[in-house]
């Protein structure tokens, strides 16, 4: 079984603009990220795909692997399947360029959900994590995810899912991580298809997954990453990299 990890990496943000190259301990933020996907010792490749030139020169600098893509992508899927489309692969690691700071326990998790799925029954794996605090619930820009007893995803949505409408219940809430595993003939399925209508309203590409038919098994991890997305992101990153 041949295991890559494609590290999804654009130029242009729109809370920060040009936060892949931005200075991290003295690496560039891309650079932090794909030498620590190639430190956990997890795949036989690992590459980040880019149509940016700087972060192409920034990755080539250390020796790294970089796809250039040809296509304008709307998601991180897109623009790893256009990578991976020709390439000789079994499972496919979707690593954040934004988050350096890598959990090499939770993606090992991942990992073995396909080495154990010996019948490939399993299209996808991503990971969730227990939220507690009402404000994290609440924020619209956390992914909410929700799962059967087998921890196959069931649902993604910004709004709070389930509704708690009967209080003598408890129940828990799930952040979805944007961490994927794929199969590669999943990747490329969702390649050829056109965005679907619950994707387009909720703006969460793992839904395309569920209303095509793919089975997304949800791992728990306790660890919180840290992305970044904004000034202050990197200003913690920062002050953790010193500690």
Do not use: W
Not at 36 to 60: C, G, M, R, Y
Not at 61 to 76: A, I, P, R, Y
Not at 105 to 128: G, M, P, T
Not at 200 to 222: C, D, F, P, W
């Amino acid at each position: 079984m041949k295991i890559i990890a494609m590290i999804p990496a654009r130029y242009s943000a729109s809370r920060f603009p040009g936060k892949l190259l931005k200075d991290l301990g003295g690496k560039p933020v891309i650079v932090r990220t794909y030498q620590a996907a190639l430190q956990t010792n997890l795949f036989d490749d690992v590459f980040v795909v880019t149509d940016s030139e700087v972060i192409s020169k920034a990755i080539k600098n250390v020796g790294g692997n970089v796809f250039m893509s040809l296509k304008t992508h709307e998601c991180g899927s897109d623009r790893i399947a256009e990578a991976v489309e020709n390439m000789e692969v079994d499972i496919v690691v979707n690593v954040q360029g934004d988050e350096p700071f890598i959990d090499a326990v939770s993606l090992e998790k991942l990992i073995q959900v396909f080495k154990n799925d010996a019948d490939k029954k399993i299209d996808l794996a991503s990971l969730k994590v227990l939220m507690t605090q009402k404000e994290d619930i609440q924020n619209p820009n956390n992914v909410k995810v929700i799962t059967d007893h087998q921890n196959f995803a069931l649902y993604f949505s910004r709004s709070v899912i389930p509704f708690h409408r009967d209080k003598y219940f408890s129940v828990n809430y799930y952040k979805h991580k944007g961490v994927y595993a794929f199969r590669k003939e999943a990747l490329i399925d969702f390649y050829h298809l056109p965005m679907t209508p619950l994707e387009s309203a909720e703006k969460i590409e793992a839904i395309r997954y569920l209303e095509v038919g793919k089975r997304i098994k949800m791992v728990e991890t306790t660890v919180e990453s840290i992305g970044i997305d904004t000034p202050e992101d990197l200003e913690k990153a920062i002050n953790f990299l010193k500690k």
